[in-house]
């Protein structure tokens, strides 16, 4: 392996190529699976997870056209935040406490892991004391896993209709994390319940995005209806440690 030494010009396409390839693999094999499986004016947006990711680093990303970053962790977002670009669009995707909700509410366009009436309300009397209306949506726990977040998938149009009563939230669509190896029945489900949610046509609720695909399914997670696919490990590396 190629040392780096100090005294070495060190670019920024020097450090981050590894960046700058995963990227232009990430897009390719979206740009395939959007050609295979969808409509070619569907949109897929793709997100930068960055969470124990460096903000120089994320800012390599952003600079190639990344400009969408997602963050898992309220303290490490809080201490990164000011470093970003300044284009950069940040939604929420983590696990979120009710009492952390007020120091992200102004810093982010989207919270996407919203899975109780709890945390709806808190958003939105945060969002009200801010005078703003806050975007959201709904985590489902697609897989059914005990340790994982997420409402229900049988509890969703509930809890959606519930949430549609609060005056400074909206929710904008859903957001899974499927178990690791996941066959296509999880995502075909995900997309199920998405669309038969748009049907429904509840008021102040639209089904504009499914945020569903990592770096292990992306793919299909594209096949099966996502619009915003969110991506870490592919994009930046193994992250530095692991997720508590
Ligand atoms: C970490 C994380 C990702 C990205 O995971 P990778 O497998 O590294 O791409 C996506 N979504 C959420 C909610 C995450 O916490």
Known sequence: MQ?????????????????????????????NAKAKYRKSEDIVRLMAVTKTV??????????????????????????????????????FIGH?????????????????SVDSMKLAGEINRQAAKNGKTADILIEINIGDEASKSGVAAQEVMTLAKEISQLENVRVKGLMAIPPIGSGEEVFEKMNGIFLRMREEKIE??????????????????????????????????ARKYMEG
């Not at 898992?72 to 670009?85: A, C, G, I, P």
């Not at 406490?97 to 810093?107: E, G, L, P």
């Open 204 to 237: 102040r609720v639209s089904m504009d995005i499914l945020s569903m695909g990592m770096s292990g399914d992306y793919e299909l997670a594209i096949k099966h209806g996502s619009n915003l696919v969110r991506i870490g490990t592919k994009l930046f590396g």
């Open 54 to 91: 460096d903000p120089d680093k994320i800012n390599y990303a952003a600079s190639l056209g990344v400009k969408l970053l997602g963050e898992n962790r309220v303290q490490e977002f809080l201490s990164k935040k000011d470093q970003y670009d300044k284009d950069a669009e940040v939604h």
């Open 96 to 112: 979120l406490q009710t009492n952390k909700v007020k120091y992200i509410i102004n810093d982010v366009t989207l919270i996407q």
């Open 3 to 31: 040392q780096v030494s100090p005294t070495q010009d060190r670019t920024q396409d020097n450090i981050f190529a590894d960046v700058l390839e995963n990227y232009k693999e990430i897009c390719y094999n979206i740009e």
